[in-house]
């Protein structure tokens, strides 16, 4: 599959791998045939996750949508808010802001199939030329990752023994002067940090 964009984002639901182009959501089940979700909106998309069966992807104008392995059509997820990547880590989906929300991050809750105008942040960073840019699930705890300048920081944030929320995020970790964090993940107990600059 070929093409010109360069918004070219994936993410997995069930038997179908997803993928954002330019304005589209496509999808495959063989590597050969490609299919576009109908329904989406007339902004290039930003970035896309999965929870396993259903898909949430966020636009450039800050909403995010939604579909899942069982249609082929778009619908309205999360409006109101200026939402930039969008991440599924331990059962949770996480939010980044980007443009006037670039400090604040969110903890979706919407049951998916309906939507939800303006939610409430989750924690937004006291410092508004904070950037969040990733999210990653650890053992214990939820990861947030983020730079202001030439100074990264990486937050912790735990689910509350009830499950309906999370705690207020606290730093964990803090990277050396110059070492601007551009993405994070995990891989059996491990983080790992995707940097701007080699160490």
């Given amino acids: 599959y070929a093409t010109s964009n360069t918004n070219l984002y994936m993410a997995t639901a069930d038997s179908r791998i997803y993928g ?19 329904g989406t909106a007339a902004s290039n998309l930003y970035s896309i996750t999965s929870d396993g069966y259903n898909v949430f992807y966020s636009y450039a104008n800050g909403d995010i ?18 939402a930039g990547v969008v991440k ?3 059962g949770r989906l996480m939010v980044a802001g980007q443009g006037v929300d670039k400090h ?12 939800q105008n303006n939610p409430s942040a989750l924690y937004t960073h006291p410092n508004t030329n904070f950037n969040w840019v990733d999210f990653a699930g650890g053992q214990s705890h939820i990861y947030c990752a983020g730079y ?19 705690d ?32």
């Fill in 20 to 38: 954002t182009d330019g304005q589209n959501v496509k999808y495959t089940s063989d590597w050969s045939t490609f299919s576009t979700v109908t």
């Fill in 168 to 199: 207020i995020p606290t730093v964990a970790g803090e990277l050396p002067q110059g070492e601007v964090v551009s993405s994070i993940e995990s891989y059996l107990g491990y983080i790992f940090l995707g940097l701007t600059k080699d160490r």
């Fill in 104 to 115: 604040k991050i969110w903890n979706i809750t919407t049951t998916p199939g309906s939507s």
């Fill in 88 to 90: 599924g880590v331990r």
């Fill in 148 to 166: 202001a300048g030439n100074k990264s920081l990486i937050y912790k944030t735990q689910i509350k023994a009830d499950g309906t929320s999370l």
């Fill in 65 to 82: 949508d939604q579909t899942n392995a069982g249609t082929t059509s778009s619908s309205a997820y999360i409006t109101g808010i200026e």
